[in-house]
C-alpha cells in the first residue's frame, strides 16, 4: 500500500467545502491508480472516487457525482478530493487507497492511513 497520510478533514456547515489531501511517501505514486473511499460510523468502507495514474480515467459513486472532485499532482506525490455542497450524508472518516474502484478491496486494512475525519453538522 505504501505510506499514505490523508488531511484536510474538519467540522463544515451544510453546503459548504473542504479539499482533502493525501501524501504519499516514497517514489512510486505515479505508478498507481488512487481511490478515495469513506467510512461512516457503524457502517463498511465505502468507495468514493477513483483515479488513473495519468489522471484520463476518473470515476465517481453516484451519491458524490458532481459535488467531488477527484485530481492528483505525481510530481508532488499527492491525491486531492474536492468536496463542495457537503451534507450530513457525507459525514465520515476518509482514506486514500492504492488501487481502481475494485482492487483498492485487496489492501488489507492493517495497511490503511489513518484518514481525515470530515464532519457536516449545522
Known amino acids: 500500500q505504501g505510506q499514505f497520510v490523508e488531511s484536510g478533514g474538519g467540522l463544515v456547515q451544510p453546503g459548504g467545502s473542504l479539499r482533502l489531501s493525501c501524501a504519499a511517501s516514497?517514489?512510486?505514486?505515479?505508478?498507481?491508480?488512487m481511490t478515495w473511499v469513506r467510512q461512516a460510523p457503524g457502517k463498511g468502507p465505502e468507495w468514493v472516487s477513483s483515479?488513473?495514474?495519468?489522471?484520463?480515467?476518473?470515476t465517481y459513486s453516484d451519491s458524490v457525482k458532481g459535488r467531488f472532485t477527484i485530481s492528483r499532482v505525481n510530481a508532488k506525490n499527492t491525491l486531492y478530493l474536492q468536496m463542495n455542497n457537503l451534507q450530513p450524508e457525507d459525514t465520515a472518516l476518509y482514506y486514500c487507497?492504492?488501487?481502481?474502484?475494485?482492487?483498492?478491496?485487496?489492501?488489507?486494512?492493517?495497511?490503511w492511513g489513518q484518514g481525515t475525519q470530515v464532519t457536516v453538522s449545522s
Open positions: 516514497g517514489g512510486t505514486f505515479r505508478r498507481y491508480d
Open positions: 483515479i488513473s495514474t495519468g489522471s484520463s480515467y476518473i
Open positions: 487507497l492504492r488501487g481502481d474502484r475494485e482492487t483498492w478491496r485487496l489492501i488489507d486494512r492493517h495497511f
